[in-house]
């Protein structure tokens, strides 16, 4: 029997905790928070979207940054193998549209209840209001941790192995505040610099305010930098004061950089018409308000909230009568319409980025078992690591995948039922 520390009691570190124990060995789980799995309770703005339902592959496709790194770890351990982790636990799941999977109960707390279930089923020993500050070595090996109970003396434990799974700095109000990130760098790990990912969008739209709060379904989204693309995808966004966000946005995010010279949002708000057809429509429709002023006339193309930025960014006069409104004027409405185009100032911060980008170098890691290359008995989970995917359950199911993989790596046992 060996004697495991995990450090971290969410997503990744409960599922490692699990693994682990399966295994006969004897867990402690630190945590730092009062309860388990703060971050859990609010993916999916509360339901948890625990996974996707999609093969392997199609999972790594949508891994942003190293997705080579986790083909072991997501083939031995995947999506439908979580998903049936989770029912054997007693949790009734349901899959929506594009595949996300979600608690029928739609309360995000209940995946976190079955974890917590089983792991007092298995007898590991989980130490709320506990911090780890630093990793102990012996023999070339790590050989413990040192902690304290919230504002106590330092103690130190002699532990077999020791799994970091502190998650990255995204949402530090659930206490990822990138704890994971200096005891590794104690270990000797290089760490990769951190940003904000799956986050929306600062921007100017050079006329007018944006109207925040209004919601764009179907439409494009297209990211450039310099006249290079970034992103493409299709689907829902949403204006805020500051920006834009929803799930293009947050997507397009995981492809940028630092330097946001140059950066443009360009919405294609008609992506079903080509040019042609749009104007077609809009000469309909101005033949239909012939004696309307523009900006009475377009009511029934635009949502009310964007007829001003419309407008605006049209360069037509908002009182000038539909009926003397030229085809190179009506032209421009088109390229308006199809190339809505807003600059990106920067992101949003860490408090509302959903995950972190960076993290510890995988190079480092041993992707079959999740240890150490530096220092043997030191493993990683989670999103601690230089690992991102994009929205949709993807980010959780790296933690799941890395997790067990952790866990039942430092057991020397690859059992995944």
Not at 60 to 79: C, Q, T
Not at 146 to 161: I, L, N, P
Not at 295 to 316: C, F, Q
Request: aromatic share 8%.
């Amino acid at each position: 029997m060996k004697k495991i520390a995990v450090i971290g009691a969410g997503a990744s570190g409960l599922m490692c905790g699990v693994f682990a124990a399966r295994a006969g060995h004897n867990v402690v789980v630190f945590e730092r928070n009062e309860k388990a799995g703060k971050k859990i309770y609010i993916t999916g703005k509360g339901r948890c979207n625990l996974t996707n339902a999609s093969d392997p592959q199609e999972i790594l496709d949508k891994v942003v940054s190293n997705p080579r790194f986790l083909y072991s770890a997501i083939y031995s351990f995947d999506a439908y193998l979580t998903m049936d982790f989770f029912e054997k636990l007693g949790l009734e799941i349901k899959t929506e549209r594009g595949n996300r999977v979600f608690p029928v109960s739609d309360h995000a707390s209940d995946v976190t209840s079955v974890l917590e279930r089983e792991l007092k089923r298995l007898g590991v020993d989980v130490r709320y209001r506990t911090r780890v500050n630093g990793l102990l070595r012996e023999d070339g090996r790590c050989s413990g941790v040192s902690y304290s109970v919230r504002e106590g003396a330092t103690e130190t434990e002699k532990f077999d192995a020791v799994v970091i799974c502190t998650g990255g700095r995204s949402y530090p109000s659930t206490g990822s505040t990138g704890d994971g990130y200096a005891l590794a760098a104690s270990a000797g790990h290089r760490i990769i610099p951190q940003r904000p990912s799956l986050v929306s969008f600062t921007t100017e739209p050079g006329e007018g305010e944006l109207p925040a709060g209004l919601g764009l379904k179907n439409v494009s989204l297209k990211v450039t930098q310099s006249g290079r693309d970034i992103y493409n995808g299709f689907g829902e966004m949403l204006f805020t004061h500051k920006g834009v966000s929803g799930p293009l946005v947050l997507s397009a995010s995981a492809f940028l950089g630092d330097d946001f010279s140059d950066v443009r949002a360009c919405i294609d708000l008609k992506s079903a018409l080509d040019e042609d057809a749009l104007d077609r429509r809009i000469l309909r429709d101005f033949e239909k308000n012939a004696n309307k002023d523009f900006v009475n006339a377009i009511d029934e193309l635009y949502p009310k909230n964007l007829i001003d930025l419309i407008v605006a960014k049209s360069g037509i006069s908002p009182r000038k009568k539909v009926h003397d409104i030229t085809k190179e004027e009506r032209r421009r409405l088109v390229e308006v319409t199809k190339v809505f185009e807003l600059r990106v100032t920067g992101t949003g911060g860490f408090e509302e980025a959903v995950i972190t980008r960076g993290g510890v170098d995988v190079k480092e890691v041993d992707p079959s078992t999740m240890q150490s290359r530096i220092l043997p008995g030191l493993y990683f989970a989670g999103e601690v690591l230089d690992l991102d995917a994009l929205t949709g359950g993807f980010n959780l199911q790296i933690a799941w995948s890395t997790g067990a993989l952790a866990g039942n790596s430092v057991c020397n046992e690859f059992d995944f039922e």
